[in-house]
């Protein structure tokens, strides 16, 4: 009896199974790095500790006020930039595809730009343009480490079939426009937790990516029923587009309910909070489902030209 090539794949020839845990433990820890730097921001505990890297000249400040979730920020980041390091290594000491070891290293670039950049943000008294850009380099940093998880994955590496998308406009186009969308809303959140725009232009991103992540998961829903990745995907986007819009509106609320307050209060912080790490949530699943569709719907012109190869041995045999 004939064993199922993905089944025999999986049993025998699926490689790094330890690093992919540790791909996936890093994306985890990452997560947490992005809860620890909301918390800073939405505490207002960005300068409370004046100096970099050290603070207050010491790795053992009082873990005091503002301090606490300041220097609590930098000790994630240094574990979640120990990690990237070990990664990059073992990336590029078993990982046989070059392509895979050039994603991990550009990860530990964009760990080691991050560091940077925060070490820029408290030195310079948090400029906009340099906390924002932190902000953003934070959900870039993410976004590849979940990538890597999923280039790692026994899935991605299997036999997979591919399937034609008989539609218009194509999902892998609109995935990239989701994505994108996606991303520069995220810098707009950045902007307006760091003051640097109004409420404006964060709520026209907020309707045009609720407008292409509720058009792509549709299509995806609809157009390939048949393909469990794919409806998965769609329904990862709905939930989580879902969620962030309902914390976007519960965050705005909390801060014009404590504006009055001296001091930040904790329905402000962890709703703020909670609505900026599923925001990241919702690129990193973005990220995931472009990846997906990239991986098992191939481009436009190699189906076309695939489609023509019938017609052209019909005219050979003739």
């Known amino acids: ?184 809303q995220l810098i707009l959140g950045a902007a307006l937790r760091h003051k640097g725009f109004g409420i404006v232009p964060h709520l026209v991103g907020a309707a045009v990516v609720a407008t292409l992540v509720f058009w792509t998961a549709g299509i995806l829903r609809r157009r390939f029923s048949d393909v469990p990745a794919l409806v998965r995907s769609s329904r990862v986007l709905h939930v989580l587009i879902g969620v962030q819009l309902l914390l976007g509106g519960a965050a705005w609320w909390s801060r014009l309910a404590t504006r009055e307050f001296p001091q930040p209060m904790p329905v402000m912080v962890w709703l703020t909070v909670a609505h900026t790490v599923v925001g990241a949530l919702a690129l990193a699943g973005a990220v995931l489902a472009t990846l997906v569709c990239y991986r098992l719907l191939p481009p436009a012109a190699q189906v076309d030209l695939a489609s023509q190869h019938p017609k052209m041995d019909q005219q050979a045999a003739r």
């Open 1 to 184: 009896m004939a064993r199922d090539p993905a089944r025999r794949f999986s049993m025998t020839t699926f490689p790094n199974r330890g690093l992919h845990r540790f791909v996936v433990f890093t994306a985890t820890c990452t997560l947490l790095l992005l809860v620890a730097g909301a918390l800073v921001t939405s505490n207002d505990a960005g300068l409370a500790v004046p100096d970099w890297p050290l603070s207050y000249g010491s790795l053992t400040p009082p873990m005091v006020g503002g301090i606490f979730w300041e220097h609590s920020h930098r000790l994630v980041a240094t574990f979640v930039g120990l990690l990237a390091i070990l990664l990059t290594v073992w990336l590029w000491r078993r990982e046989p595809r070059p392509w895979v070891r050039s994603v991990g290293l550009a990860a530990l670039g964009a760990v080691i730009a991050q560091g940077l950049l925060g070490g820029l943000t408290v030195l310079f008294y948090l400029p906009v343009a340099v906390s924002v850009a932190h902000a953003s380099l934070a959900q870039i940093f993410f976004g590849i480490v979940v990538s890597l998880a999923l280039f790692t994955s026994r899935w991605w590496q299997s036999d997979l079939p591919q399937i034609g998308d008989p539609g218009s406009p194509r999902i892998r186009s609109l995935a990239i426009w989701m994505v994108a969308a996606i991303f520069l």
